[in-house]
């Protein structure tokens, strides 16, 4: 027996392949059997009666019904197979169908020892889970990598890519924001929303978007190697979410080159400070001057700092306050990534809610995707009730 191999060449067969491929064979027969015979015909009296009882447990009556029943059952087990099997039909409905397919069989199996249906299904239910397994498996596969803070996957153009023998592109925000605050691309070079920024090369290599410093002389030339981007699945992509394997000379080299800081020997451990979620504790970071981030790609450019703190008063009597330091935040990002399109520029104009926070508005546009999770509520809701802060501004919640 010969069949062809995916480069069109024929290729013969040992016979103890054929062991594995004559079930299939088997099931394939089957399946094109039941779908141009009994695909959707009207569903039987014995079909309902079989699938409420299987439902409500009474397995009783489900034993009478199936004695009862010996010559329909192989013939209503096709049909629920082919019903299932029907191009389109959902994972979850295909699943179910095949689940009552094979209760049916078994109890057939039982009471008229009869195992040809079972064996069937039993195959097309092991092929079915397999190829969900396989399906998910490959539209989760570069999932680790954006699990970790920051990291965006690009993988939009994923058919094309593969084209061109390419993987998605990882971008590794936390290793960036080490080298440079948030607001040296925010808002000017890309919008501070996942999504938001329609990236093309054919922009980068005008110099626009990761083009911007990607040109060769800030940063590696986008041009010179597409697998220093395109680097999902790539032997080293592993340093871009295990922070525990990031290089620490190199971090510090590029940091000397753009005139950034980095200070591996004042870490602890030489690891990388986290917090009890995952997330990198950039606080800690600066206070002990691990890192000093370039602040602006335009040479002698004005930084702009807004320093007030703002004491939000929770409406709960048992929650406490929160204090938002302006100046931690200004000295990150640009005052216009909040104001007006996040925050209302006006004290008490913003009625803030955790649930609107959990559904990424307000603080939840940043915490939780780039910066700590508002899921650590000590860490913002920790001025005691009633203790007067010095110089604040108070907000009072806009009802």
């Known amino acids: 027996m010969v069949f062809h191999d995916k480069g069109g060449q024929l290729v013969k067969l040992k016979k103890s392949c054929l062991l594995y491929i004559i079930p299939y064979i088997s099931v394939c027969m089957f399946l094109l059997f039941s779908i141009s015979s009994v695909a959707f015909a009207e569903e039987s009296a014995f079909r ?64 008229h020892n009869d195992e040809k249906p079972l064996s069937e299904v039993e195959t097309i239910l092991r092929m079915e889970v397999q190829r969900e397994k396989e399906r998910v498996a490959e539209l989760t596969k570069w999932d680790k990598y954006g699990k970790f803070l920051g990291n965006i996957v690009m993988k939009d153009h994923a058919v094309r890519l593969e084209t061109k023998n390419l993987t998605p592109v990882i971008f ?63 032997p080293d992509s592993a340093k871009l979410y295990d922070i525990d394997r990031a290089d620490h000379n190199k971090i510090k080299g590029v940091a000397e080159r753009l005139g950034a800081e980095w200070h591996p020997e004042k870490l602890h451990g030489s690891k990388i400070p986290i917090d009890r979620f995952g997330f990198i504790d950039w606080l800690t970071l600066k206070e002990n001057k691990v890192f000093n981030p370039v602040g602006s790609l335009i040479k002698d450019s004005q930084d702009i700092v ?18 938002f ?52 509520c000590l860490r913002c809701h920790k001025q005691p009730k009633g203790v007067p802060v010095k110089g604040a501004l108070i907000h009072k919640q806009k009802q």
């Open 48 to 111: 309902k009666e079989f699938i409420s009882n299987y439902m409500r447990n009474l397995f009783n009556q489900q034993a009478e019904l199936v004695k009862k029943n010996k010559d329909i059952i192989p013939g209503e087990v096709r049909l629920l197979v082919a019903d299932a099997m029907f191009p389109g039909t959902p994972y979850e409905r295909k699943m179910y169908l095949l689940n009552i397919a094979n209760a049916m069989a078994s109890m057939y199996k039982h009471w």
């Open 172 to 234: 590794p925000h936390w290793l960036h924001r080490i080298w440079f605050q948030c607001k040296v691309c925010h808002q000017d070079i890309f919008i501070m929303k996942k999504g938001a920024n329609d990236l093309s090369y054919d922009l980068i290599v005008e110099g626009k978007q990761c083009g911007v410093c990607h040109n060769g002389k800030i940063a590696f030339d986008a041009r010179e190697n597409c697998d220093t981007c395109h680097n999902a699945g790539k």
């Open 306 to 323: 807004r320093d007030n703190r703002i004491l939000f008063e929770t409406v709960s009597p048992t929650v406490n306050n929160v204090i």
């Open 325 to 376: 330091d302006h100046k931690i935040h200004s000295s990150w990002i640009q005052c216009s990534t909040c104001h007006p399109d996040i925050f209302e520029n006006e004290l008490g104009g913003n009625r803030i809610t955790m649930a609107d926070i959990a559904r990424g508005r307000f603080c939840g546009h940043c915490h939780g995707k780039v910066s700590f999770t508002f899921a650590d």
